[in-house]
C-alpha cells in the first residue's frame, strides 16, 4: 500500500486529512506534517526529508502539498537530495484538493505510485465545478 503524506502552512494538513476520515474511515500509513507560525524552517524541512525516508521504502509515498512553491513543496524540492531520502519512493503533487485526497486514501491499495499520482491529477483537474452550469445540464436533462 502507498502510504501518504501531506504537508501544509498551518493546521490545514492535520484537519482536512481529519475530514476525509470523516468519509472514508480511519487511515493507517498518513502522516501530517504542518508548517505553523514561528517553526524553524531547518527543523521543519529536515523533518520531511526523514518523514519521506520512513515513509518513501516499499511501496512508496505520495506526497501532497497545498501551494506549489510555497515552504512545503519547498522542502520536498530540497528533500530530493538529502540522505534521508536516496532510497525512497516518492512522488509530489503541489496544489492538492479535498477530492484529491480522497482519491489517494482509496485507490493508494489499488495501483502503483506513478498510476496513482496520474489518477489524482485527473481527479484534481475534473473536480471543479461550476455549480450552476451543472445544475442546469441536470434540468435540461430530465426534460428531454
Known amino acids: 500500500m502507498i502510504n501518504i503524506l501531506v504537508l501544509t502552512h498551518g493546521n490545514f494538513a492535520k484537519e482536512i486529512l481529519k475530514s476525509a476520515e470523516l468519509i472514508v474511515g480511519e487511515q493507517s500509513n498518513v502522516q501530517a506534517i504542518c508548517l505553523n507560525e514561528g517553526a524553524d524552517i531547518d527543523e521543519y524541512r529536515e523533518n520531511v526529508a526523514k518523514t519521506i525516508g520512513e515513509l518513501g521504502a516499499g511501496d512508496g509515498v505520495l506526497i501532497l502539498t497545498d501551494l506549489y512553491g510555497g515552504t512545503p513543496s519547498n522542502s520536498v524540492t530540497l528533500s530530493m537530495n538529502s540522505e534521508h531520502t536516496k532510497d525512497a519512493n516518492f512522488e509530489c503533487l503541489a496544489g492538492f484538493s479535498f477530492p ?27 473536480g471543479i465545478k461550476d455549480l450552476r452550469h451543472e445544475i442546469n445540464l441536470m434540468v ?5
Request: net charge negative; hydrophobic share 35%; with cysteine.
Open 100 to 126: 484529491m485526497l480522497l482519491e489517494a486514501l482509496t485507490a493508494r491499495g489499488q495501483m502503483g505510485l506513478q498510476d496513482l499520482k496520474e489518477h489524482c491529477i485527473e481527479i484534481g483537474n475534473s
Open 140 to 144: 435540461n436533462s430530465s426534460n428531454n
